[in-house]
């Protein structure tokens, strides 16, 4: 299965990119009205949802983990799918919307990492990163009414360590590639 899952690395890295430029976006334009918010967060997980179902794709050869990032890719999709349609939805659903994609992405990526670790020697960075989601959806669930620029910030501080987190998490999957290919 690592063989599979270090050959699309490049997944990785694509969804660690858009992860930091969606931070950064919501760092440069904080006080951007709250539909505004609900697009851009609709953009990230419906595009972050394609790479998790693509890379699912590419390992579903390999074994049974491929599943749980193909449920991770599912649900982002839905969660992008519905923020575009009912863009009208209340802050407070929002902030529960983004909350329960941040807190399910993060445990699928504990289990997975998990059952990866016998595998891949970098195991420890999707489980901080399923960690870090795990917890910011957790303090979004508890602070909802924090308002929508402290929403935004803190989406943005979770997207940036997300994406800094899957570059290097897809750096070593290269690296793993690499060698696999010069064996």
């Known amino acids: 299965m690592i063989s599979t899952i270090a050959r699309n690395w490049w997944a990785m890295l694509i969804r660690g990119i858009l992860a930091l430029i969606f931070g950064v976006l919501c760092f440069i334009y904080p006080m951007s009205a709250l539909i505004v918010l609900v697009m851009l967060f609709g953009a990230y997980a419906l595009v972050d949802g394609i790479f998790a179902i693509a890379a699912a794709i590419g390992g579903a050869k390999a074994g049974p983990p491929w599943w749980m990032l193909l ?30 994609w941040a807190i399910v992405t993060g445990v699928l990526q504990v289990v997975a990492a998990i059952r990866l670790r016998k595998e891949i020697s970098g195991e ?9 989601s795990v ?23 979770y997207a940036v360590l997300m994406g800094i987190l899957f570059i290097m998490l897809a750096f070593r999957l290269r690296s793993v590639n690499n060698r696999m290919a010069a064996v």
Do not use: D, Q
């Open 135 to 157: 917890i910011f959806g957790i303090l979004i669930a508890l602070f909802p009414g924090a308002g929508a620029l402290t929403i935004v910030i803190w989406i943005g501080i």
């Open 71 to 100: 449920l991770e890719g599912i649900f982002g999709i839905i969660v992008g799918i519905l923020t575009f349609f009912m863009p009208g939805v209340t802050a407070l659903t929002l902030v529960y919307l983004i909350a329960g």
């Open 124 to 132: 420890w960075l999707l489980i901080l990163g399923g960690v870090i």
